[in-house]
């Protein structure tokens, strides 16, 4: 597989550390607001490349962080370590605490990720769960002579870093890492590009609802650090993948580079780095000043299904910014819709296998070839898509229809065995539970309770139509 390599600029044939595995990390979300649209983009590109990876045959150990301490607001003015803490803001606007904030954030990314059909990754870790580990590493960085202590905490010094041969911010796409535009540089920092390893709480007596004891005194850990820690712990010092959406690219990974490679003194610290380009939303940025920071829920409470945006974020590629409109959308979903009855619709049922010609065999052997070769140049997703559409109204027979739009959908993740509505719209959760009960039903020949499931099913505005072996839901 040939993706793009951030760090090289260049697209490269994936060569793991440990033949036939993949380590890979993603930066998940900061758990202090619902993750919009434009993050779900971000998190779908992780869960197909995942999924890509393990299509064409490798093990794959998939680790995601969900930040819930230490990622302060002066980050969008360009200082991740000035401003106030996210969670700590959140708290005080919803009056809950921040504990309760970061439950409540992350049960709902979980439930979210669900809706996405993004599978759960190998590991799932908290920033707060990891303190100990984050306290390690920034004491490794201080016996490397790598921080220095001023009024408000520790800090890494990229000047002594680069001093012992190591390059600092090779990943950035600035042609310089610039002190930020909108916020007063700190003059005890030694540099601009000087970032915070652990902050110390505040001295003004304020208290911090999120706090530990560290060598250096009461305080909280940086944003950067939980990253380097937490993936190293699951990955090792040096592994293969990193992904992540493009906005990291310029400040938080560089750092994630930096306190890793000066902890263990190992380079590369990851030797590929994948980055996802950003969603415009009707043309132009995505802002919940702007009113359109849509989020998974807006998509449901419409009743179109969440897969229809995975969808979508399939018909563009990755490293390039696509475009969302409510009618794009629209399209996006009735096209999931044709594709899923063209899965559904294609009987096998009573259809006797046969020998296939030579002919046959080579179509299905070609079609097969095509969405791997799709999938590993560089995660090509619309050809992926394009070749599903090619095979599904292809000639070629029925069984091997579907087999392979399953096999294909391992990798895509549209769930083409989902029962659809007959305008399209998303079943409820409540109704395809009961759906699979009556299926189940069937199976064991209970045909009473699998009609008094169907009739279950009209009181609450649907009726079946059993077709070709399968059961859609239509809407009364």
Known sequence: ??????????????????????????????????????????????????????????????????????????????????????????????????????????????????????????????????????????????????????????????????????????????????????????????????????????????????????????????????????????????????????????????????????????????KTWVHGAFLLVDGGRMGKSLGNAYTIADIAAKGIDPLALRYFYLTGHYRKQINFTWDSLASAATALTKLRELYQNTKVDGVERVSLSEEKMEKIEAFQNKFTAAIENDLNMSEALAVLWEMAKSNIPNYDKVDMMMQFDRVLGLQLDKPISKDGAAIPENIEKLIEQRENMRKMRNYDEADKIRQDIEKLGYHLEDKGGRTRAIKN
């Open 1 to 270: 597989m040939k993706l793009y390599n951030s760090l090289s600029r260049q697209v490269e044939e994936i060569v793991p550390i440990e033949a036939g595995k993949i380590g890979m990390y993603t930066c998940g979300p900061t758990v202090y607001s619902t993750a919009t649209i434009g993050n779900f983009r971000t998190y779908t590109l992780s869960d197909v490349l995942a999924r890509a990876l393990r299509y064409v045959g490798y093990e794959v150990k998939l680790v995601m962080n969900l930040t819930d301490v230490g990622h302060l607001t002066g980050d969008n003015e360009g200082d991740s370590s000035q401003g106030e803490d996210r969670l700590e803001k959140a708290s005080k606007k919803e009056g809950k605490t921040a504990w309760d904030i970061a439950k409540g954030y992350s049960d709902e990314f979980m439930a979210q990720m669900k809706m996405m059909n993004i599978e759960m990754p190998t590991v799932v870790c908290k920033a707060t769960d990891h303190i100990p580990e984050q306290i390690v590493m920034v004491q490794q960085l201080e016996s490397n002579g790598l921080t220095y202590k001023i009024s408000d905490g520790i800090y890494f010094d990229t000047l002594a870093f680069e001093a012992k041969g190591f390059t600092y911010g090779e990943l950035s796409n600035l042609d310089e890492m610039k002190k930020g535009a909108r916020l007063e540089p700190n003059p005890e920092k030694k540099n601009p590009r000087d970032f915070a390893l652990w902050k110390f709480s505040p001295s003004d007596g304020t208290k911090r609802q999120m706090e530990w004891e560290s060598p250096w005194g009461v305080g909280f850990p940086g944003w950067h650090i939980e990253c380097s820690a937490m993936s190293t712990k699951y990955l090792g010092d040096q592994f293969d993948i990193h992904a992540g959406g493009e906005d990291l690219r310029s400040t938080h990974h560089p750092n994630e580079i930096a306190q890793a490679e000066g902890a263990t003194g190992k380079k590369p610290f990851v």
